[in-house]
């Protein structure tokens, strides 16, 4: 069965440094997604995209985020300055062209120390 | 402003028990309506759609109340492969995207 593919799994870095979130969205999927979820808390939306730019993002997502489709299978995210309060669960998404449901990756756990 | 809310429980249930989930949202003009699941750690899986007619799918029921904006779920006989997060979860924009309340905690007892 396809599946969105997370890497890393869990990054640990320090405060300021810049981290890059790779994602393998399915294949035929067009609309791809990050959400984030701090600990304990609630799945919070980022940033969708399509056709190559950014359709809609969050007030979370500020100048210290971009996203990215590098080739024709990775999905991006950036993190340019890491902030302690950056530190999560971030999950990608795609969705199915025909029923709109989103598929989620197992997710990238980010710890800034 | 978009907001989801859930009773975040937890809720703690035998085996066999019937439990209901209930979620309101802010935000008149969404469009669809989902429930979904989430385990410990993990991502969140699609359990059902919602409609305004009401669904079922198997020991699950889901009901929507757009005069409310009221969801809510129905769990029969549960199992204890049912203790997870239930996420109440409800679209914006042109896109769709979802907007998640915080889940409610179920967990079933031997």
């Known amino acids: 069965e396809p599946e969105v593919t997370q890497t890393p799994s869990h990054q640990v870095t320090q405060m300021g440094q810049e981290v890059i979130l790779r994602c393998v969205p399915i294949?035929?999927?067009?609309?791809f997604y990050w959400y984030r979820q701090i600990l304990g808390q609630k799945v919070e939306f980022l940033v969708s995209?399509?056709?190559?730019?950014?359709?809609?993002k969050s007030e979370i997502f500020d100048d210290q985020f971009s996203v990215e489709r590098p080739d024709g299978s990775n999905f991006t995210l950036k993190i340019r300055s890491t902030k302690l309060e950056d530190s999560a669960m971030y999950f990608c998404a795609s969705s199915d062209p025909n029923t709109g449901e989103l598929f989620f990756g197992e997710g990238s756990r980010l710890t800034v120390l | 402003r978009k907001e989801v809310e859930q009773d975040p429980g937890p809720f703690n249930v035998p085996e066999g028990a019937t439990v209901a989930f209930n979620c309101t949202y802010s935000?008149?003009?969404?469009?669809?309506f989902f429930w979904y699941r989430q385990d410990c750690r993990k991502e969140p899986k699609l359990l059902m759609s919602v409609y305004s007619s009401g669904n079922e799918d198997g020991r699950f029921t889901a009901q929507l109340n757009r005069a409310s904006q009221y969801i809510s779920l129905l769990i029969r006989d549960s199992k204890l492969s049912d203790s997870a997060t239930y996420l109440c979860?409800?679209?914006?924009?042109?896109?769709?995207?979802?907007?998640f309340g915080k889940g409610t905690k179920l967990s079933v007892k031997p």
């Open positions: 935000n008149s003009a969404s469009q669809s």
């Open positions: 995209f399509y056709n190559n730019e950014i359709s809609e």
């Open positions: 979860v409800v679209t914006f924009g042109s896109q769709g995207n979802l907007i």
């Open positions: 294949s035929n999927h067009l609309y």
